[in-house]
Nanobody, 111 residues
Framework: VQLQASGGGLVQAGGSLRLSCTAS??????MAWYRQAPGKQRELVAH???????NYADFVKGRFTISRDNAKNTVYLQMDFLKPEDTAVYYC????????WGQGTQVTVSS
């Protein structure tokens, strides 16, 4: 399975970005977004099950929304009210008998 992420970029604090990640085949399991800032460990941002149940890290609750379109094998991350501390490389992740990672997309939030 290959995961292709897109949608990163440079935005001012308070702005919004939408990330997309499309899988090359149907994903039966959880799809998720992680992020890794320079010098820090990779951390879970949010995940969504095949049926649409979601879970968020405390630091993005109320600001980010994860969703998926199973017909398109795509997971989205709508990021609103962005903060400089959200600056990181964002990776999509999918579980389908094993774990797969996308290539990462850079999100930079300026103050």
């Amino acid at each position: 399975v290959q995961l292709q992420a897109s949608g990163g970029g440079l935005v001012q604090a308070g702005g919004s970005l939408r990330l997309s990640c499309t899988a090359s085949r149907t994903i039966a399991g959880i799809m998720a977004w992680y992020r890794q800032a320079p010098g820090k460990q990779r951390e879970l941002v949010a995940h969504v099950t095949n049926s649409g149940s979601t879970n968020y890290a405390d630091f993005v609750k109320g600001r980010f929304t994860i969703s998926r379109d199973n017909a398109k094998n795509t997971v989205y991350l709508q990021m609103d009210f962005l903060k400089p501390e959200d600056t990181a490389v964002y990776y999509c992740n999918a579980f389908n008998r094993q774990t797969y990672w996308g290539q990462g997309t850079q999100v930079t939030v300026s103050s």
